[in-house]
């Protein structure tokens, strides 16, 4: 079985791959771990198997049934979750019950994946298991839960046992990098770190920073203005706000910086800076060209710097010292 989109967990993949290639996949499982673990992308890709109609270790990930149901648009896998962040109500359960004796639409096989499996309560969970019981011999239950303990006996010892784990640094960073390949390893390998085995979190994190606006462009437009006006305390507090940029950002933020200073210059000289930022033309009206020059050496061996095992802190410091230092402040 391919499960090498889900990180870490070597055991588990070895028990479900031997599985597959063995007596073949249960018809009901109970996939438990904390929140962030992977058991949505474990039940995805085993759902995706059961409906794979590619030849080899499945899923195939190529064929057109793996591309519905990594899509989340396969007619026969059916996700069953609580309305709004509610609980899984009876009612959705008895037509999850309805639903299972239809027959698969194009599969041989109709995968039912119930999140928060804990969020049913007893009457639900009856409805369930009565489907665990004697269910058509074509559905697949795949109950995901952070809780087993909240559901029923009957209902765990109807199902097998599948128990996510945290990874180690190690496998969260290689699927880090995997996942996000156009962002800094550096960043990856913190994240890595700061997750303590939930990919989850560090997926969650990662994507929402992604949403960000990249705070580099600005922060070099700020510093040419706070320059521009000779403001050393401005320039000293910015300095220290930059402090939060992991390297691979106060790098760009050097080259960024350097950029603009060179348009600065080349503005001076009578040349043309197409955009114009506001900054770049108030700084050629008031800095003098020998000042630009020396910021532009300074940073220059700054960036160097940079390049090298230095802390953030130590880097915003300098950038602070320097400046100051080229604009005689
Ligand atoms: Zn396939």
């Known amino acids: 079985m391919n499960l090498e989109l889900l990180a870490g967990n070597a055991a588990l993949k070895k028990q479900l791959s031997a599985q597959a290639a063995g007596r073949g996949l249960s018809h009901a ?12 992308t474990l039940a995805r ?11 080899g270790e499945k899923p195939c990930g190529t064929c057109p049934a793996c591309k519905k149901a990594l899509g ?7 996700t069953v979750a609580g309305e709004k962040g ?35 309560n007893s009457n639900a969970q009856n409805a369930v298991l009565k489907l665990l019981e004697e ?13 087993p303990g909240a559901l029923l006996p009957t209902i765990r010892s109807r199902c097998e046992g599948l128990s996510l784990a945290p990874v180690s640094p190690g496998e969260a960073q290689d699927f880090l990098l995997r996942r996000f390949p156009d ?26 920073t992604g949403q960000e606006a990249d705070p580099v462009p600005d922060a070099a437009l700020d510093l040419l203005a706070l320059m521009a006006k000779r403001d050393e305390l401005g320039l000293c507090a910015r300095c220290v706000a930059l402090e939060k940029l992991d390297r691979d950002s106060l ?21 043309t800076v197409d955009p114009l930022p506001a900054q770049v033309k108030a700084a050629a009206k008031v ?11 300074l940073l220059t061996d700054l960036s160097l710097h940079a390049d090298f095992n230095v802390g953030p802190g130590h880097l915003c410091g300098a950038l602070s010292a320097a400046l100051a230092q080229a604009l005689e402040l």
């Open 183 to 208: 962002k800094s390893a550096n960043l990856l390998r913190s994240e890595a770190f700061a997750c303590e085995g939930i990919l989850g979190t560090a997926v969650k994190r990662l994507e929402e």
């Open 251 to 271: 790098s760009r933020l050097f080259e960024a910086l350097l950029s603009l200073l060179r348009d600065t210059l080349k503005l001076q000289a009578g040349g």
């Open 72 to 78: 989340n648009i396969h007619p026969d896998i059916i």
């Open 135 to 147: 269910g058509p011999p074509y559905a697949v239950f795949l109950l995901l839960t952070d809780n």
């Open 45 to 55: 890709l085993m759902a995706a198997a059961m409906v794979c109609t590619g030849q």
């Open 287 to 297: 800095l003098p060209g020998a000042a630009l020059v020396r910021c532009v050496s």
């Open 86 to 120: 509610k609980d899984i109500s009876v009612g959705q359960a008895r037509a999850l019950r309805a639903d299972a004796y239809i027959r698969p639409n194009e599969a041989d096989r109709k995968v039912y994946l119930i999140l928060d499996a804990q969020t049913m």
């Open 29 to 40: 499982y109970l996939i438990s771990g904390p929140a962030g673990s992977g058991k949505k």
